[in-house]
């Protein structure tokens, strides 16, 4: 035996590094997580307010969406990081249902330190919300709302209840119709017959100048891009189009050959021999039968004017994701090596131009590609409307996958929590609490809509669920009249799918901080990179986020 063993501690950790163990580690991390979800609480539901968010560059965004908030804040806790995971799950999986997710999740941790405080130990915590959180996803199953996918009014519902609160806010009529237009384009019979909705065939676009109500959903692509010629033709109908991925260029000669040029002559036929080439690839362009190119690389002057003399209308560094979208639209192959292009690699349709916009629309023969072209006046708002429409856009498309709606306005919490405050009565040992202190936890939404929407939370509370130990499983906030009503009658509306998601990945993301006993950091406690917090002692590892929130609450 070694002396080391003996006494002394020994020491595998580098000078260095920090640990916080236990409760420490665990209160520090329940702080940094409720931080979070602190932040993005007030922004919940239809009178939430908005966010500005200033970048390290200075670039502004103003938002009430949780994901994107959440993204800016440039947080820098790796704990608070697990809750912003949370929100960037529920955007991949649900598209809608940030806030409530990272809002449930702090407020699962806020009610399991109450009961740490109460030397349940943290296991017994997480097995009760684990318990809770799968009997909550099969309650939704229960009380959700089998709907006609045909029907469009509800679909819209789920759009405005959807954009509520964002800057789509004002125009929610106009754009939820545009939204569920244009999901019905995209929807597709599956193998069994069940629709299924692709995303792929729809792509929005933005412009600066209008007006919100001038959105529009067209038919087919919008192209923000000119010819690359004065001579070329402007619009082209029953085109044959070719969308290439290489460049219209020289190809260049090996990096290291130097071509030493003796006289005249011989600089002519190296010059000549470009041209050459050029024309090469003008030439096999022209076989194939195209009357339109658009490029996704650069097209060569001499190559343009060739184009041009042709009468072939071309567009250069047209962005990869619009030569994706056109080649649906179109049903055109891409072709990335012109010596190999033939005419199967075409796609047919038409090709306008929009002088006012300067845009190209393209329409395609056997077209299912709709562009939804969003309107605004500035920048700012575009952006936000935009968030707004693409959130909108997933709820509709997974409440047509899916078929189920439940009642939102807290009616589908306030029910939750009933049934599950039921279940808790049947969970054995300690875990009941933990059971119990879920059912609180997801009634947080009511509460926060309340108290957002500046009514009283704890008479709203009440008189919900008197309503629903009535027996009104759809009951909800009346925001405008502070009352309690249908809010599934009243279009109120949200996907099954949305509330079941954003109940798990709460939970996990709880259980995952709840998990930790023992927080072993190599440095501080912040992540890397931040090099002007490098002192900061590991019980104040939170002020790593300070600087990207400080101006925010
Ligand atoms: P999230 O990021 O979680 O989607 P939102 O700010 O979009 O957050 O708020 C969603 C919540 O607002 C949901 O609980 C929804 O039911 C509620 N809500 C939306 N519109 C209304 C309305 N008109 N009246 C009452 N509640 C509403
Ligand atoms: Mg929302």
């Known amino acids: 035996m070694s002396q080391r063993m003996q006494g002394q501690p020994m020491v595998i950790m580098s000078e260095d590094s920090e640990r916080v163990k236990d409760e420490d580690a665990q209160s520090r991390n329940i702080a940094a997580a409720q931080a979070v979800a602190e932040s993005v609480r007030s922004t919940l539901g239809p009178k939430g307010m908005d966010k500005m968010l200033?970048?390290?560059?200075?670039?502004?965004?103003?938002?009430?969406?949780?994901?994107?908030?959440?993204?800016?804040?440039?947080?820098?806790?790796?704990?608070?990081?697990?809750?912003?995971?949370?929100?960037?799950?529920?955007?991949?999986?649900?598209?809608?249902?940030?806030?409530?997710?990272?809002?449930?999740?702090?407020?699962?941790?806020?009610?399991?330190?109450?009961?740490?405080?109460?030397?349940?130990?943290?296991?017994?915590?997480?097995?009760?919300?684990?318990?809770?959180?799968?009997?909550?996803?099969?309650?939704?199953?229960?009380?959700?709302?089998?709907?006609?996918?045909?029907?469009?009014?509800?679909?819209?519902?789920?759009?405005?209840?959807?954009?509520?609160?964002?800057?789509?806010?004002?125009?929610?009529?106009?754009?939820?119709?545009?939204?569920?237009?244009?999901?019905?384009?995209?929807?597709?019979?599956?193998?069994?017959?069940?629709?299924?909705?692709?995303?792929?065939?729809?792509?929005?676009?933005?412009?600066?100048?209008?007006?919100?109500?001038?959105?529009?959903?067209?038919?087919?692509?919008?192209?923000?891009?000119?010819?690359?010629?004065?001579?070329?033709?402007?619009?082209?109908?029953?085109?044959?189009?070719?969308?290439?991925?290489?460049?219209?260029?020289?190809?260049?000669?090996?990096?290291d050959t130097e071509v030493s040029v003796a006289d005249p002559d011989q600089l002519q036929q190296f010059l000549d021999r470009e041209e050459e080439q050029l024309k090469e690839k003008v030439q096999q362009i022209v076989e194939t039968g195209a009357d339109v190119v658009f490029c996704q690389k650069g097209i060569d002057d001499l190559a343009q004017h060739y184009l041009a003399k042709e009468g072939i209308l071309a567009a250069r560094r047209v962005k990869k994701s619009d030569i994706e979208f056109l080649s649906e639209v179109l049903g055109a192959n891409i072709v990335s090596d012109l010596s190999e292009a033939s005419s199967d690699d075409l796609g047919y349709g038409d090709v306008s131009r929009?002088?006012?916009?300067?845009?190209?629309?393209?329409?395609?023969?056997?077209?299912?590609?709709?562009?939804?072209?969003?309107?605004?006046?500035?920048?700012?708002?575009?952006?936000?409307?935009?968030?707004?429409?693409?959130?909108?856009?997933?709820?509709?498309?997974?409440?047509?996958?899916?078929?189920?709606?439940?009642?939102?306005?807290?009616?589908?919490?306030?029910?939750?929590?009933?049934?599950?405050?039921?279940?808790?009565?049947?969970?054995?040992?300690?875990?009941?609490?933990?059971?119990?202190?879920?059912?609180?936890?997801?009634?947080?939404v009511p509460r926060v809509l309340s108290e957002n929407s500046g009514l009283d939370p704890i008479d709203m509370l009440v008189d919900l669920r008197a309503a629903h130990s009535e027996g009104q499983v759809r009951a909800g906030i009346d925001i405008e009249n502070n009352d309690v009503t249908d809010t599934l009658e009243a279009g109120v509306v949200e996907p099954a799918h949305a509330k079941k998601q954003a109940i798990s990945s709460a939970t996990e993301a709880a259980n995952l901080v709840l998990k930790i006993d023992d927080i072993i950091s190599a440095g501080d406690l912040t992540t890397e990179g931040d090099e002007d917090e490098g002192d900061m002692p590991a019980g104040g590892g939170m002020g790593g986020m300070g600087g990207g929130m400080g101006g925010m609450m």
């Open 354 to 444: 929009d002088e006012d916009n300067d845009t190209f629309h393209v329409t395609g023969d056997n077209a299912h590609g709709v562009t939804l072209l969003l309107r605004a006046s500035t920048d700012h708002v575009v952006d936000e409307i935009e968030r707004g429409v693409s959130d909108a856009l997933d709820v509709v498309a997974s409440t047509v996958a899916d078929g189920r709606v439940v009642a939102g306005g807290g009616a589908i919490e306030v029910e939750l929590a009933k049934r599950l405050r039921d279940y808790a009565d049947s969970v054995e040992g300690r875990e009941q609490l933990a059971v119990e202190s879920f059912a609180d936890a997801v009634e947080l």
């Open 54 to 255: 200033v970048s390290s560059m200075g670039d502004v965004t103003v938002t009430n969406d949780g994901v994107t908030i959440l993204d800016e804040m440039d947080i820098n806790d790796p704990t608070a990081e697990m809750i912003v995971e949370v929100a960037e799950t529920q955007e991949d999986e649900a598209g809608d249902g940030t806030t409530t997710a990272v809002a449930i999740a702090g407020e699962l941790l806020q009610n399991a330190e109450d009961l740490l405080e109460q030397d349940i130990h943290p296991s017994t915590v997480i097995k009760g919300f684990h318990l809770a959180s799968e009997q909550a996803r099969q309650e939704v199953d229960e009380i959700a709302t089998e709907i006609d996918t045909d029907d469009e009014e509800i679909l819209r519902s789920v759009a405005e209840t959807s954009m509520t609160g964002k800057g789509a806010e004002l125009n929610k009529e106009h754009l939820s119709n545009l939204i569920v237009s244009a999901v019905r384009q995209i929807t597709v019979e599956g193998d069994n017959g069940e629709p299924v909705v692709d995303l792929e065939y729809l792509k929005m676009e933005t412009q600066t100048g209008g007006a919100v109500e001038d959105s529009e959903m067209l038919e087919g692509a919008i192209i923000d891009k000119d010819p690359v010629h004065d001579n070329m033709p402007r619009s082209v109908a029953d085109a044959d189009v070719m969308l290439l991925s290489q460049a219209i260029e020289v190809e260049e000669t090996d990096v």
